[in-house]
């Protein structure tokens, strides 16, 4: 009788210093992989999202401006700043917000270890595909500083590369294992509990899956009840 392996979660092999240059070199073909593999979590995100116009609302590590762009449209008298850390990307990214009229944005260069907003400002911080790449030990950092700007009744949005749960999903994790260049350094993760311990509460945590790529989609707000500096 055969037994299902445990699935051993990979932490990261690109590291970070590492992965501007990787996006760099992927940002002009990256559309096309978001158009097989991630509209779906994508579209889900910004449902959950519910933005109301007027919000003030941070992407963190916008990329070529997918989700972005409908958060501007959705939010045209609102606050929207997108930030990534590939020069790369940001470029596709304001070619793509330059065929927008009547919007208002701010996209510039920027990390999620230390991010250049005042505290508890924020209504909307939409994440995606970023954790995937992070190594786990970092992951609190991170999640400390989301927890630090969001305003006490704000929203954490987050898309991640997540662990397939069928078989054929799992090609992805065997791909990063062979080659983690070849996958931009993703590898799947679980937030939840790393979200929890940050001081988060989860509302919502869904599974989908698009072309065999599996996401994880999150809504998460700040857990007053937890107070952390």
Request: charge should be negative; aromatic fraction near 8%; glycine fraction near 6%.
């Amino acid at each position: 009788m055969f037994r299902r392996r445990a699935i051993q979660v990979q932490d990261v092999y690109v590291p970070q210093h590492k992965i501007i240059e990787v996006y760099d070199k992927l940002a002009p073909v990256y559309d096309i992989w978001g158009a097989l593999t991630e509209t779906k979590a994508r579209s889900r995100a910004l449902q959950l999202a519910r933005v109301d116009d007027g919000s003030a609302i941070l992407e963190v590590a916008v990329g070529t401006g997918l989700t972005f762009l409908e958060l501007v449209k959705q939010n045209p008298v609102g606050t929207n700043i997108g930030i990534d850390i590939s020069t790369g990307m940001l470029d596709k990214a304001k070619a793509r917000l330059e065929k927008v009229e009547n919007v208002n944005y701010q996209l510039e260069t920027g990390n999620a270890f230390n991010l250049e907003v005042e505290s508890k400002s924020v209504d909307i911080l939409m994440n995606n595909y970023m954790f995937d790449l992070i190594a786990f030990n970092e992951i609190p950092v991170i999640l400390n500083e989301f927890r630090r700007v969001l305003k006490d009744d704000g929203q954490l949005i987050l898309v991640n590369m997540t662990q397939g749960e069928s078989i054929f999903s799992r090609v992805y994790e065997l791909i990063y294992r062979v080659s983690p260049k070849l996958m931009g350094g993703c590898r799947g993760i679980r937030l939840t509990d790393a979200l929890i311990a940050s001081g988060f509460k989860v509302d919502i945590r869904e599974y989908i899956q698009q072309m065999l790529f599996p996401s994880e989609v999150i809504l998460a707000r700040p857990d007053t009840r937890t107070h952390l500096e």
